[in-house]
């Protein structure tokens, strides 16, 4: 039986996970009510991820058609340029997350974005209880096939969704890589990073949409290799910059 490459059915499979992410329809729109809410208020929308969440983490942090107040939480040892096999033992490490979360000032006007396909693991749970806690909304993009199917490794027996304000599906395979590859044992090609990156741009673009109809004009990042970008990202930057660490 002839099968089709392996890059049309990749193709195929995001095709089909964009179309079921978004029929989360009402959870988007009220993701993109508490964007909208929280920049209103002058509030932080914080992001982080463990592993290769943290691209999602830093997908929307000073980017091009992005909000300006965005604090991505970016811990060096959970990222994977120091060591990746390391960060995945110390995302399992109760208690770290306090130590992060001990460097921001987060409180009730703040969101917090928070990215993790499993939603097993101890630090971005923590991470999700202590925000609650400091009274900032929690909303996760997970993987509810894959995080249904295992137990928490917090002792809490909590995994991400069920900490979490608001949750958002990927749609993801259990273990995330889609496609199976007649002869290689195991699968290829995962999905949880452009689903995640897709939600993402798509709240964020609604949120902007409520403001303007609020007559509020957000800042917002343009790309800096434009002829304008770059004079008003300075504005921003320098208004910013004591503020978001990152930057």
Request: charged fraction near 20%; proline fraction near 3%; aromatic fraction near 8%.
């Amino acid at each position: 039986m002839h099968q089709e490459k392996a890059f049309l059915r990749y193709q195929l499979s995001i095709e089909k996970k964009l179309r079921q992410a978004f029929s989360q329809k009402e959870s988007i729109e009220k993701a993109a009510v508490w964007v909208a809410d929280c920049i209103q208020n002058s509030g932080w929308i914080y992001t982080s991820g463990t592993g290769h969440s943290h691209l999602l983490a830093e997908e929307i942090f000073y980017r091009a058609g992005g909000f300006a107040r965005i604090i991505p939480i970016l811990d060096p040892p959970l990222m994977l340029h120091i060591s990746a096999s390391k960060s995945s033992h110390i995302e399992r490490e109760e208690g770290y997350a306090a130590k992060i979360l001990s460097n921001y000032q987060i409180g009730g006007k703040d969101l917090f974005f928070l990215f993790s396909n499993s939603g097993r693991n101890s630090v971005p749970i923590e991470l999700a209880m202590e925000a609650r806690r400091k009274g900032a909304k929690v909303i996760c993009i997970t993987n509810l096939a894959h995080s249904q199917s295992v137990s928490s490794r917090h002792s809490s027996n909590k995994r991400l969704f069920e900490v979490s304000d608001l949750v958002l599906d990927n749609f993801g395979e259990i273990g995330d890589a889609t496609l199976e590859i007649q002869g290689l044992e195991g699968r290829v090609g995962a999905t949880s990073t452009v689903i995640g990156a897709a939600l993402l741009h798509a709240i964020f673009s609604q949120a902007v949409e409520i403001l303007i109809s609020r007559g509020i004009e957000p800042e917002i990042f343009i790309s800096a290799n434009t002829e304008e970008g770059e004079a008003s990202n300075e504005q921003l930057i320098n208004k910013y910059k004591g503020q978001i660490p990152p930057l």
